[in-house]
């Protein structure tokens, strides 16, 4: 942990992410007094919560995507069918 002059730091070094090497996280000042290992393990999980959004966010295109394909598909059909 990392004391600055108001507030603490804890830093995290996220080893999983291609993008980010670590985190700074301030520690709330009413949570200072808490066991180092509890806010490090809080910063950890944290940290992971912050990568997952990302693949749900891949998840909701790609479906949207295909629902897309799926309309204009079924579009196409009916229009070719009411043309014959």
């Known amino acids: 942990m990392i004391k600055g002059i108001n507030k603490q730091i804890i830093e995290i070094k996220c080893t999983d992410d291609e993008y980010f ?8 000042a009413e949570k200072c007094t808490e066991p180092y290992e509890l806010l ?4 950890r999980d944290y940290c992971v919560r912050l990568s997952r959004p990302r693949h749900r966010n891949v998840r ?7 629902l897309s394909l799926a309309l204009m598909t079924a ?4 229009l070719f069918l009411l043309m014959t």
Request: proline letters at 0%; charged letters at 20%.
């Open 21 to 28: 090497e670590k985190a700074l996280l301030f520690v709330r």
């Open 40 to 43: 490090e393990s809080c910063a």
């Open 60 to 66: 909701k295109i790609m479906a949207a995507i295909l």
């Open 75 to 78: 579009a196409a059909a009916v």
